[in-house]
């Protein structure tokens, strides 16, 4: 290559580096709140009664799974499954094959403390309590995650959109 043709490829390459880099700084930053003390979650809190039993995060084998769910599919080859009965997926280990993740979509089933879909986020405070980590968006106060529990692998999510539960995720590792 010549003089002017490196000369090319350096001016794109600033080019591309400059708007790579205006771009990430035009996203809005997170803020994270954490509480004085973690709410502290019981065995009942990684428990969900889908009306046809209870499963529990970080104890249900896939057998138990499937006697509550006889239908459903599982997603890809990975240890995903979606029932078909509620609107929520299910994410089981690799290696013990058990039950360590519960996203709910739907208002069925409810958290285990009986906040569904839907709710308003004050009944989660209500249900819940005041102690959860807060994520958020900068400048945006009606989207944001509650997070309860000491960390995030043992933990009940509250996705808020609109100032509404938008989704649950209920999870705890193999016990």
Known sequence: ??????????IIFVLVFALGFYISS??????IS???????LSEQDYQVDTGNGILTMGKSTWDEVALVYPEGKNLGM???FRPKRHNCLLTFSEDENILIKMHIDGNEPA???????????????EYYGE???LIMKTGNDNDFDMVYGKNRVNSVTFK?????VNRIIVQREVQ
């Open 1 to 10: 290559m010549n003089k002017k043709g490196y000369m090319y490829v350096a």
């Open 26 to 31: 035009r996203s809005p930053g997170v803020e």
């Open 34 to 40: 954490t509480p004085e003390k973690d709410t502290i």
């Open 78 to 80: 990975s240890t995903i």
């Open 111 to 125: 958290s285990p403390r009986g906040v569904r879909v839907g709710d308003g986020y004050t009944l989660v405070e």
């Open 131 to 133: 102690d959860y980590t």
């Open 160 to 164: 808020i959109k609109d100032l509404q």
